[in-house]
Nanobody, 118 residues
Framework: QVQLVESGGGLVQAGGSLRLSCAAS????????VGWFRQAPGKEREFVAR????????KYADSVKGRFTISRDNAKKSVYLQMNSLKPDDTAVYYC???????????WGQGTQVTVSS
């Protein structure tokens, strides 16, 4: 059974930092591309960042470029999202995802809430 479990969310003041983690199990993690998405209240889920299975290719949404960093540790079967200079607009539920092909994601976590106060 494949599981992706996010952690690290919470309440932070604007300008602060958080590091989200996503622990994977039940899949050959090192062969999977990984990504982070977010969904704010009343809005559709949006792409935040992705990282290829090899770690060679990263892509970020324009809204987080220069502030967020995605990384992975295949030995720990984990993917991380370091979020700096947080803004109230970053408030959302953050989801990690994993997929084998391109930007298609086969598995999703349950999400972790990030709230940024002004």
């Amino acid at each position: 059974q494949v599981q992706l479990v996010e952690s690290g969310g919470g309440l932070v003041q604007a300008g602060g930092s958080l590091r989200l983690s996503c622990a994977a199990s039940g899949l050959p993690f090192s062969a999977y591309n990984v990504g982070w998405f977010r969904q704010a209240p009343g809005k559709e889920r949006e792409f935040v960042a992705r990282l290829s299975w090899s770690g060679a290719i990263t892509k970020y949404a324009d809204s987080v470029k220069g502030r967020f960093t995605i990384s992975r540790d295949n030995a720990k079967k984990s993917v991380y999202l370091q979020m700096n200079s947080l803004k109230p607009d970053d408030t959302a539920v953050y989801y990690c995802a994993a997929g084998r092909i391109g930007v298609t994601y086969d598995y999703w976590g349950q999400g972790t809430q990030v709230t940024v106060s002004s």
